[in-house]
């Protein structure tokens, strides 16, 4: 019987959220939260047996044996379409020219990204959007998708259907994305302007860096620009007599 649900997500806030939902649907279920692999392994291996994971915009890889522990199966909410496994899919979908996004579920396996697609979620990219505008969609269709199959993972506990699409794409990873951070010397003015496009955003931490003489210089985000501003002190008015 399955007892209890495993929410492993990006911040602990989510956890809340997911649990409502899910409890609407069966209010006997338990939940156990995790956002950290630490967290995660700290679970006891009599709740795995009883248990299903469901993984939510988190970067934390869950160990082959925690998988092979948990009786009703992990399932993964990934913030891209099959087209874009792995890491920063919105960016990567932004360096390409991608006309069309999404949001996948689909059953955890050994490696990331890979296991069987349960759920899709699909949009057209709006013309012009940053990356931050395109995570906050894909991120609002993910939130739809997990909605929309919260029924079937809080009370089915047979292992949800597969659907008859794969993963395709090169998956990407955080290398990958500091490799395209790292912008060559004689790079064109269509390339910069592609990576600065897709990759110039200070939210994961690895900014547009380019060398010159031996010395690295790096692009300044708008909120580094910002904090440097010098402060703007009004003169006093002056009081006519």
Request: glycine share 6%; charged share 15%; with cysteine.
């Amino acid at each position: 019987m399955m007892k209890t649900i495993i929410l492993l997500t990006g911040v602990a806030d989510q956890q809340m959220a997911l649990s409502t939902l899910l409890r609407a649907h069966n209010p006997a279920l338990a939940f156990r939260g995790a956002t950290t692999a630490d967290e995660l392994a700290a679970i006891e291996p009599e709740v795995l047996r009883d248990a299903r994971l469901l993984s939510f915009t988190t970067s934390v890889i869950v160990p082959e044996s925690t998988l092979a522990a948990l009786g009703y199966g992990a399932y993964n909410f990934h913030p891209g379409p099959p087209q874009y496994p792995g890491w920063a899919p919105a960016h990567f979908a932004l360096y390409d020219g991608a006309r069309m996004f999404g949001a996948t579920a689909h059953a955890m396996a050994g490696r990331v990204d890979a296991g069987p697609i349960i759920g899709v979620e699909s949009f057209i990219i709006p013309d012009k959007i940053s990356v931050r505008g395109l995570e906050q969609i894909a991120y609002v269709r993910l939130a739809h998708l997990f909605w929309r199959m919260s029924r079937d993972l809080a009370c089915d506990p047979a292992p949800l259907a597969e659907l008859p699409i794969a993963w395709c794409g090169h998956k990407s990873t955080k290398q990958m994305y500091r490799e395209m951070c790292d912008l060559p010397p004689g790079i064109s003015a269509t390339e910069l302007a592609r990576r600065i496009r897709a990759f110039h955003d200070d939210f994961r931490g690895i900014p547009l860096t380019f060398a010159l003489h031996g010395t690295r210089f790096q692009l300044a985000t708008e909120a580094a620009q910002v904090a440097a501003a010098p402060e703007v002190v009004s003169p006093p008015l002056a009081v006519a007599s």
